[in-house]
């Protein structure tokens, strides 16, 4: 069983276009992350959940917005999509939050967004 | 602000051939440090971690040494393989936040 999974696996699209990306996670962790991860491998922080809520949002513009119906699931929606949003976006739980989160992080296996 | 550096990639070994990848880091305090492996067309995972100065983490033949007064954390392997293609991120731990490395690419010849 997959632990972490994301939809779609690839998503080509028109600039100026919305779009959302699905994430669902099987292993009952509290906290879950978005990443992005440019063209030369750069991986950075998007946001963070904790039990539905909020807890990190690293200045990702506004037209990113992440909802989180249960704490099994974070979908990430983005609106007024731009050339510079084309990355592998990759969603993450843990079971903790703060210090020890990264010891049982996992990792979904990323979503290729290619904006034209 | 808090930041890692990784060296450069792509590297290039022939298989048998010894790996060491550099990583240095700047935090507040002691924070735990980490690498990951992302194989093609996958998701990051754990590697290794060390979570005080002077530990050594180690995994699957990879080691790396938390050391303090360096801040680096460098990953070593004796002998790499083909099957060790991939990109490694140093990273560490601080409060409610994880920062990684840019990666670095090894690429393994036979």
């Known amino acids: 069983d997959t632990a972490v999974s994301q939809t779609p696996k690839y998503l080509v699209t028109q600039m100026g276009n919305d779009k959302s990306i699905k994430c669902e996670q099987n292993?009952?962790?509290?906290?879950m992350y978005w990443y992005k991860q440019d063209s030369k491998k750069f991986l950075k922080i998007m946001f963070s959940?904790?039990?539905?809520?909020?807890?990190i949002n690293e200045t990702v513009p506004n037209r990113f917005s992440p909802k989180s119906p249960d704490k099994a699931h974070l979908n990430l929606h983005i609106n007024s999509l731009e050339l510079g949003d084309s990355a592998v976006y990759f969603c993450?739980?843990?079971?903790?939050?703060?210090?020890?989160?990264?010891?049982?992080?996992?990792f979904g296996p990323g979503t290729r967004l290619l904006v034209l | 602000g808090d930041s890692v550096t990784q060296m450069e990639g792509p590297v290039t070994l022939s298989e048998e051939a010894f790996l060491t990848i550099n990583c240095t880091y700047t935090?507040?305090?002691?924070?735990?440090l980490f690498w990951y492996v992302q194989y093609p067309g996958e998701g990051l995972q754990l590697l290794l971690k060390a979570t005080k100065a002077d530990d050594k983490g180690s995994n699957k033949g990879f080691e790396a040494t938390y050391r303090k007064e360096t801040t680096s954390f460098h990953l070593e392997k004796g002998s790499v393989q083909v099957s060790d293609s991939a990109v490694y991120f140093c990273?560490?731990?601080?409060?409610?936040?994880?920062?990684f490395g840019t990666g670095t690419k090894l690429q393994v010849i036979p």
């Open positions: 292993l009952g962790h509290d906290t």
């Open positions: 990273a560490f731990e601080g409060y409610q936040k994880v920062t």
């Open positions: 935090a507040t305090g002691y924070p735990s």
């Open positions: 993450a739980s843990s079971q903790a939050i703060g210090q020890g989160a990264m010891e049982t992080q996992y």
């Open positions: 959940y904790n039990n539905k809520e909020l807890i």
